[in-house]
């Protein structure tokens, strides 16, 4: 496993994606995160816009439901 290069708010969402794509058979959508975590639209796509510049994830720009995470699933936290 390689040192993770996410804080602990960013691996939550990035497990959230994971484990709501693998759930649901698509990618989730900015409104469907801002529903779990219970913050503003804002905010998530704040988060999204700062994980991509990581590389943690990949989007098609200007279509929904297209976020994919790019980093092995054993390295992501535990969805609290």
Same mark, same amino acid.
């Given at each position: &496993? =390689?040192?993770?290069?996410? =804080?602990?708010? !960013?691996? !939550?969402? %990035? *497990?959230?994606? $994971? &484990?709501? /794509?693998? #759930?649901?058979? !698509?990618?989730? *959508? @900015? *409104?469907? &995160? !801002?529903?779990?975590?219970?913050? /503003? *639209?804002? =905010?998530? $796509? /704040? &988060?999204?816009?700062?994980?991509?510049?990581?590389? %943690?994830? /990949?989007? @098609?720009?200007?279509?929904?439901? =297209?976020?994919?995470? #790019?980093?092995?699933? @054993?390295?992501?936290?535990? #969805? @609290?």
């Amino acid at each position: &496993m =390689t040192e993770k290069n996410f =804080t602990p708010k !960013q691996g !939550q969402y %990035l *497990a959230f994606i $994971h &484990m709501y /794509s693998k #759930l649901n058979r !698509q990618p989730p *959508a @900015e *409104a469907d &995160m !801002q529903r779990y975590f219970g913050t /503003s *639209a804002p =905010t998530v $796509h /704040s &988060m999204v816009v700062r994980l991509e510049a990581r590389g %943690l994830i /990949s989007r @098609e720009h200007g279509k929904g439901r =297209t976020i994919r995470v #790019l980093i092995d699933p @054993e390295e992501l936290p535990e #969805l @609290e």
